[in-house]
């Protein structure tokens, strides 16, 4: 941690980047957290940002508040200013505010992903830039950086086309693609991010860029993956996939038959292709008038499935999970994907969560047994979800642009949820770690970026890639943010200490990120000397 750029140094103003002119050497300083701003500073924003500039403590706080609102309402950000952006060129100007005033910058969307408060700095708003632009012929969509997946489902479904989407189409498509992304076709199409074919995106020197694989392809690697590590990104360019023939939905038990339906469920994963997605919650959800009368109060079993074919083919599919034991509901059916949320049934509305994931490299009898020990129907247990993912399939493979997702080695994934409320700040977690504790022996060393839920130690966020990506993202991230400016939410550290960092021959010029040069190769080597280091230790 003390390696960070400038953690050593007392913070100091950093320089306003001007997008059109040379950048400016590096100066090797965090961005200080500041509660207020010149108003006559926050009046040159307002004439230069198309949306709403907000700040706090003025008389447009209960707007600011308003706007900075998460859809998780277990985090509720502070920050000194908000801009809700409009445009990229907002955006810019937000980006340049910020690093003129030595500020910190974070990005909303949703805020489905809000897992730690942001409470100075500026929060760029992106919900007005929801643009989506379909281009039947190519197979792609230009998406706003504040689309929601329900956007793009319905404007690429008249096309016979369908986007990498996730559980909820409610869940913001950037931040969702940025942290890799999984989803009903994820095991046959791979993650969200493996389709990604350019961003655009602001970076620390507020300068707009358009990245692809051939413009700046070290940039292009880490932003996919790297989630918001690198600067706001404004619009994304997707592939779409021809939309399939879909049986899905879910099988419902109750909770006395959690050990036959797990271990079933575990048996009959090992005998799925690429068609078909799976998932499976053990759901403990409140004795309230929402929830559906049998599943009220009491430990259900909620198994997911999504297959990419005809109902018949699924029928005889399902057969194993129907026959293991009698079922509540039963709803997979033939449906078309604009109905996908029907699978999951994850929360519409905004609601409290505290979350913590995990990746697994196999599931076997003993680690089902681990689980229903600390979960299953004699366990008490604050939390609402512990749900386990298939992953495989496309996800375990190289994609055809390589990016920087984590966790595709996993084998299946683990969420846990509960409700993030005060009265239960200590048990929510401790019930959380013990699920993970419990299963530790099978969890694997790498975490999709999407389920590390509020985890916020850096280091730890950093540990959830492979070595070799970390080495290249925090590479990245010292050439495009080395002032740390992105430095809320799950983002990498830029990996150069305060000492390399004076030398600002090797950190090189912003402007020349484009080219893989000298410089990124003398990082390249830091970070390698750095982690064999730490290898040893
Ligand atoms: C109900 C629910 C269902 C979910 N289902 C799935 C699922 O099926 N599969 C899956 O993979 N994940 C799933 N998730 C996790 C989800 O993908 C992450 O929480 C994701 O970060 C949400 O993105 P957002 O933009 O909606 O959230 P936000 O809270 O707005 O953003 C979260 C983070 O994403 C980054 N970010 C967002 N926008 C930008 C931007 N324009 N530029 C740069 N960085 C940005 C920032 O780091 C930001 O802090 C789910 C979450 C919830 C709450």
Redesign the pocket.
């Known amino acids: 941690m003390s390696e960070i750029a400038g953690a050593a140094q007392p913070a100091q103003p950093a320089q306003p980047a001007q997008p059109a002119q040379p950048a400016q050497p590096a100066q090797p300083s965090a961005p200080r957290r500041a509660s207020r701003c010149d108003p006559a500073v926050v009046r040159r924003l307002r004439t230069a940002v198309h949306g709403p500039v907000l700040v706090r403590d003025a008389d447009d706080d209960a707007a600011l508040q308003l706007e900075a609102a998460?859809?998780?309402l277990a985090t509720t950000h502070r920050p000194t200013v908000v801009v809700g952006a409009t445009c990229a060129a907002d955006v810019v100007a937000a980006v340049r505010f910020a690093r003129a005033e030595g500020l910190a910058v974070?990005?909303?969307?949703?805020?489905?992903?809000?897992s730690s408060p942001f409470c100075d700095g500026v929060l760029v708003t992106?919900r007005r830039m929801a643009e989506v632009t379909v281009d039947a012929e190519r197979r792609t969509a230009r998406v706003g950086?504040?689309a929601?997946w329900r956007d793009v489902v319905a404007a690429a479904a008249p096309h016979g086309l369908a986007p990498l989407s996730?559980?909820?189409s409610?869940?913001?498509?950037?931040?969702?693609t940025?942290?890799?992304?999984?989803?009903l076709l994820s095991r046959k199409h791979g993650f969200?991010a493996d389709h990604v074919r350019s961003l655009d995106?602001v970076t620390a020197d507020a300068r707009l860029r358009h990245v692809d694989a051939r413009t700046e392809p070290d940039l292009f690697w880490a932003l996919r993956g790297g989630?918001?590590?690198?600067?706001?990104?404004?619009a994304l360019e997707l592939d779409l996939v021809e939309l399939p023939e879909l049986t899905a939905g879910a099988i419902v038990y109750a909770g006395e038959h959690a050990a036959t339906v797990l271990h079933t469920w575990r048996e009959w994963c090992g005998s799925l292709t690429d068609d078909t997605s799976t998932s499976v919650a053990l759901l403990r959800l409140p004795d309230a008038p929402m929830v559906p009368e049998q599943l009220r109060g009491v430990l259900t079993l909620h198994v997911r499935v999504a297959h990419l074919g005809a109902q018949a083919e699924a029928d005889r599919l399902l057969e194993p999970l129907r026959s293991c034991a009698p079922s509540l509901v039963d709803d997979v059916v033939a449906r078309p994907y604009t109905d996908a949320d029907a699978v999951?049934r994850?929360?519409v509305d905004p609601s409290p969560?505290w979350?913590l994931g995990a990746g697994l490299t196999a599931l076997d009898r003993d680690a089902v047994d681990a689980l229903l020990a600390v979960a299953g129907p004699t366990a008490r247990l604050p939390l609402v979800v512990v749900e386990l993912r298939l992953m495989g399939g496309a996800m375990g493979r190289e994609p055809e642009r390589p990016n920087a997702v984590a966790g595709r080695d996993t084998a299946f994934s683990l969420m846990t949820i509960g409700p993030g409320v005060p009265a239960l700040r200590d048990a929510v977690p401790a019930a959380a770690r013990a699920v993970h504790e419990a299963l530790s022996p099978w969890r694997s060393r790498t975490t999709?970026t999407?389920?590390l839920g509020h985890l916020d130690d850096r280091e730890a966020v950093c540990a959830s890639w492979t070595f070799d990506q970390q080495a290249r993202l925090r590479a990245t991230k010292t050439l495009v943010d080395p002032w740390d400016v992105?430095s809320?939410?799950?983002?990498v550290l830029p990996s150069v200490s305060a000492a390399d960092l004076a030398d600002t021959e090797l950190l090189g010029e912003p402007d020349r990120l484009g080219a893989p040069t000298a410089v990124g190769a003398r990082y390249w080597d830091v970070h390698q000397a750095r982690w064999a280091r730490r290898r040893q230790r």
């Open positions: 998460a859809w998780n974070a990005v909303q969307g949703t805020g489905h992903g809000a992106t950086a504040g929601v996730g559980s909820a409610g869940v913001g498509v950037a931040g969702f940025l942290g890799g992304g999984i989803g969200a995106v989630k918001g590590s690198f600067g706001v990104v404004t999951h994850d929360p969560s979350e999709l999407n389920w992105f809320h939410g799950h983002s």
